[in-house]
């Protein structure tokens, strides 16, 4: 009955989390011709892995310990898991120690005139203090539970916007590594189409040096060359420009990748099968849509500490100790002094 007492009731509205039902639709591609399609299988949380390309999973293992957004979403974890500490400790009995010494001198001047001393009487004394003061509020109306709840809610808020940061970047760095292999293979194929068309100019010379072919013959043979030619460097650039866009997601300084992703490779494939799950379940599998699920219940609990905060306030109190004006004699049975007692702290009127 006590803890019952003590526990009390908890003010303000409940959370209750929307269900969404899942739909056993199935998502395919029944042409035998497309390369790839999507099942209603088990979403694989490590999905960059089913490219089989271990330079891809190298770089986004790197990409996890490395990129700034993550971190700053982790630190916001760490931040939140401690905000939830806090709270939860205005539940618990407060201790702590008091200790002082001090030397007092009264003014013959001030209320002690009113007093008439004794002959010869020391208006200068010293006042030695050591003990323990405590208190202990009382959560009747849950407005501490309702603080932990919403603290609760916000580290899940900035545990689904880390899953969220970290899904986005992942999917860019892959975006960019697929972009780059197609660069990079559309480069390779250029490089051969002009290596062809330069000895295409060598027959076409060779041809109009045996009367076989015409001036006309030579100046398209050369303008095929020039247009290959000029689709060199718009390659060049765009695979630099996703290296380095790769080199940012991770951190490192421009330029720095340059050695490790210009050989040109071939692109990973696409997986014939891509496991997306059930349709249904697609918005709760969302960090963004579980983050603002989470922040809709943290504004909950919020209102709860709002409303609870309209109810009276009872916190226990204590001190025990010892007092006394000779320090010889502070921790004698006779210097003990104690005071326990509660107190009820009232709202009469405020801003509604």
Known sequence: MLGVGLTGCTVGPNFQSQE????PTRSTADDAGVPSRTVAGAVDLTWWKSFRDAR?????????????DLQTAAERVVQSVTQRQVAASQ??????GQSSSTYNRASPNGPVSLFVPAPGAMLDYADFRDGLTSSWQLD???RVRRAVEAADANTLAAVE???GVALAAVAELAQNYMLLRGTQNRLAIAKRNLHLSEENVQLVNTRFGNGVATTLDIAQARAQQATIAATLPPLRVQEAELINAIGLLLGDAPR???AELRRPQIAPRVPRRVPVGLPGTLVRRRP???EAEARLHEATAQTGVAVANFYPDVTLNGA???ESLRLGNLFSPASTTFAVGPAISIPICGAH
């Open 320 to 322: 025990a100790g010892v």
């Open 91 to 96: 539940g618990l009995p407060h201790i702590e």
């Open 161 to 163: 916007n880390r899953h």
């Open 56 to 68: 891809l999973t190298s770089l986004v293992e790197r990409l996890v310990d490395q990129n700034l």
């Open 140 to 142: 009747l109306f849950g």
């Open 20 to 23: 969404i039902s899942a739909s």
């Open 288 to 290: 963004d849509v579980r």
């Open 256 to 258: 720095a990748l340059e």
